[in-house]
């Protein structure tokens, strides 16, 4: 990271670095790398009561070399268990139907395999707009038939 990301910036402070463009892949199975966590807490909803969370950030790379960035939420909820176990098996931390004990450490530079979908919503200001989300995490096996191969740089 550069100097400038690692410190707060002042009222008077010059700035240059653009932020690298915004790409959504279309929906797919995708290889990916978890780029970072931060632990946070839910609020609550109509959906789910308050419960802890951990923010990922998951780095998706396409075949053709075209990247994304997508954030998911993990909710520490019994209702999103299965979301949970899916993710830990995706990153062979855990096997189907294995008891585990969550090693969130490990889970910064993990890889794995996911399905991505396209979400459409509105805009604050009404405009149609699209992003990346993760639809579901693959067991390693399920994924292997169509996993690009890992390249050295790939990460």
């Avoid at 932020?19 to 839910?42: C, I, K, N, Q, W």
């Avoid at 109509?46 to 998706?60: D, G, H, Q, V, Y």
């Avoid at 585990?100 to 450490?105: G, L």
Wanted: aromatic residues 8%; hydrophobic residues 30%; charged residues 30%.
């Amino acid at each position: 990271m550069s100097e400038m990301t690692e410190r707060e910036l002042g009222w008077d402070d010059q700035i240059e670095n653009d932020s690298p463009e915004f790409t959504v892949l279309p929906e797919g199975d995708y290889a990916f790398e978890v780029v970072s966590m931060e632990r946070g807490r839910h609020n609550g909803s109509e959906k789910l009561p308050p419960c802890n969370k951990a923010m990922l950030s998951i780095r998706i790379i396409a075949e053709d070399g075209q990247e994304t960035t997508v954030r998911h939420n993990l909710f520490l909820h019994g209702k999103c268990e299965g979301m949970l176990c899916a993710f830990f098996t995706a990153i062979g931390q855990r096997k189907h139907g294995e008891k585990i004990r969550m090693n969130w450490n490990a889970v910064p530079g993990s890889r794995g395999r996911c399905k991505l979908k396209i979400r459409n919503w509105k805009s604050n200001n009404g405009n149609d707009m699209q992003s990346n989300e993760i639809a579901r995490f693959y067991e390693p096996e399920e994924g292997a038939r169509t996993a690009p191969q890992w390249k050295a740089g790939d990460f």
